[in-house]
């Protein structure tokens, strides 16, 4: 299935024959202090700086009815996001991923995205759209 919105990886996720939970890392940008005269051009204009992770959280997709809903939620949490990363991960026929299991992909996925290794998870903007990122 193409995912081409927040809407479509819901749909995915609840389709999958193994139970899913869904993993959300809410991540700013930030422009280095020494960052030149161009790299500041570009920041301002909405391009470059560094991914910095502000909170991680998961949800099951029956939990989720919405991107609004999400976006709802992450405005509890405090300072303002730039882009959602998004991954899945598959438990059993039976039950979700276990609790243990779900914050140690989370970790991972927070550590990854601080190093910048983002191509295995899906980044949707502020309207729940992909977002491709060179």
Do not use: C
């Not at 990886?9 to 930030?30: S, T």
């Amino acid at each position: 299935m193409n995912i081409e919105n927040f809407s479509d990886l819901l749909l995915a996720a609840r389709a999958q024959p193994l139970q899913q939970h869904l993993l959300f890392v809410f991540v700013d940008a930030v422009l280095a202090d020494d960052a030149n005269a161009q790299q500041r051009a570009g920041f301002a204009a909405g391009h470059g700086g560094t991914l910095v992770p502000i909170r991680g959280v998961d949800k099951s997709p029956q939990a989720l009815s919405s991107f609004d809903a999400l976006v709802q939620e992450a405005a509890q949490f405090g300072p303002a996001w730039r882009l959602v990363f998004a991954a899945a991960m598959a438990g059993t026929s039976h039950s979700a991923p276990d609790g243990k299991a779900v914050d140690s992909a989370l970790k991972t996925m927070v550590t990854a995205i601080e190093r910048g290794e983002i191509a295995g998870y899906l980044a949707l903007d502020r309207e729940g759209l992909p977002v491709v990122l060179a």
